[in-house]
Nanobody
C-alpha cells in the first residue's frame, strides 16, 4: 500500500505561482510512476503531468507546458508540481497519484493509477 498526501494548495491571483507537494509513504520504491491530475467543478478529472524515477516527465494539455513543472525527490519520496503564470482556468482540486511501473512508462489515464491522494484546492482569481 502507498499513502499519498498533497499540500501546498491555496488562493492566488492571476499570474501568481504555487508549488504543490505530495508526500508518499508506505511501500514506495523506485519503480513507482507519479502523476498529477486536476478536476475543476463540473468537469472530468484531467491529466496534468507524470514523472518517473529517472525524472523524465510528460505533461497534459498544451496550455500547461511551459507553465507547470513536475519534479520528485526520490530520497524524500515527495512529488512536486511547480505552477507558474496561473490562470483562472487552472482553478481545480489537484490530486497526486502513483502506480507501480518498473518500465518507467509515463501513464496519462487516471484508470492506470492505483493510489490517490485526497486532493488539494487551487483557486486562481482574476
Amino acid at each position: 500500500q502507498v499513502q499519498l498526501v498533497e499540500s501546498g494548495g491555496g488562493s492566488v491571483q492571476t499570474g501568481g505561482s504555487l508549488k504543490l507537494s505530495c508526500a508518499a509513504s508506505g511501500r514506495t520504491n523506485m519503480h513507482y510512476v507519479m502523476g498529477w491530475f486536476r478536476q475543476a467543478p463540473g468537469k472530468e478529472r484531467e491529466f496534468v503531468a507524470a514523472i518517473n524515477y529517472d525524472h523524465t516527465a510528460t505533461y497534459g494539455a498544451d496550455s500547461l507546458k511551459g507553465r507547470f513543472a513536475a519534479s520528485r525527490d526520490n530520497v524524500k519520496n515527495t512529488l512536486y508540481l511547480q505552477m507558474n503564470s496561473l490562470k483562472p482556468e487552472d482553478t481545480a482540486v489537484y490530486y497526486c497519484a502513483a502506480v507501480w511501473a518498473p518500465s518507467g512508462r509515463l501513464m496519462q489515464r487516471q484508470d492506470e493509477y492505483d493510489y490517490w491522494g485526497q486532493g488539494t484546492q487551487v483557486t486562481v482569481s482574476s
